[in-house]
């Protein structure tokens, strides 16, 4: 793969999983806790197979475009992230 293309893929992703995050507040305010656990654990696994499936594989040829681990920068919105539920 050439790098040009895996720091596209590695922007899609990243922007996609800001979308998730960002849709917790609003969908935590709309719904019920019990249906907010269940949402927040789906954004969960879709983060982790975006973290396994695409980031580790061109990760693998290019490891310096695999995002950091940015928690202590981000409020408690960033922690499906790290949740392998």
Do not use: C, W
């Amino acid at each position: 793969m050439e790098r040009k293309l895996a720091e596209q893929i590695v922007a899609l992703v990243n922007a996609h999983v800001d979308q998730l995050i960002s849709s917790l507040e609003p969908v935590k305010a709309a719904i019920s806790a019990e249906e907010f656990a269940s949402y927040k654990r789906g954004v969960a696994r879709v983060i982790s197979a975006y973290d396994a499936e695409i980031i580790d594989r061109v990760a693998r040829e290019f490891p310096d475009l695999k995002p950091g681990d940015d928690d202590e920068e981000a409020p408690a919105a960033a922690e499906p992230r790290t949740t392998r539920n």
